[in-house]
């Protein structure tokens, strides 16, 4: 059964910085990508970051270029998300997903790990 587990997230002062880690377990991603979401209360589902497990491509959400940078550990199954100068906006439950295949739709989803920025 493959789950993925977030981990890293926490109450933190705006300015301040989080990594959140995504742990995949019951099989090894070799191809396909990986990205994270977040949804703040009373808001949608919203794209942050993605890497694919092959190559360095990497792609960001306008909001968070330049203060965040995701990147991935091939061994351990494991996506990071470092998260800098952080502000009160990016409160929200950060979620990570998985493709299989890039082109095709999200295979597993994570549980989710709270954020929050305080001002």
């Known amino acids: 059964q493959v789950q993925l587990v977030e981990s890293g997230g926490g109450l933190v002062q705006a300015g301040g910085s989080l990594r959140l880690s995504c742990v995949a377990s019951?099989?090894?991603?070799?191809?396909?990508?990986m990205d994270w979401f977040r949804q703040a209360p009373g808001k949608e589902r919203e794209f942050v970051a993605g890497?694919?497990?092959?190559?360095?491509?990497?792609s960001y959400a306008d909001s968070v270029k330049g203060r965040f940078a995701i990147s991935r550990d091939n061994a351990k199954n494991t996506v990071y998300l470092q998260m800098n100068s952080l502000k009160p906006e990016d409160t929200a439950v950060y979620f990570c997903?998985?493709?299989?295949?890039?082109?095709?739709?999200?295979?597993?989803w994570g549980q989710g790990t709270q954020v929050t920025v305080s001002s």
């Open positions: 019951g099989r090894t991603f070799s191809s396909g990508r």
């Open positions: 890497i694919t497990w092959s190559g360095d491509s990497t």
């Open positions: 997903a998985a493709k299989l295949w890039i082109f095709g739709s999200y295979d597993y």
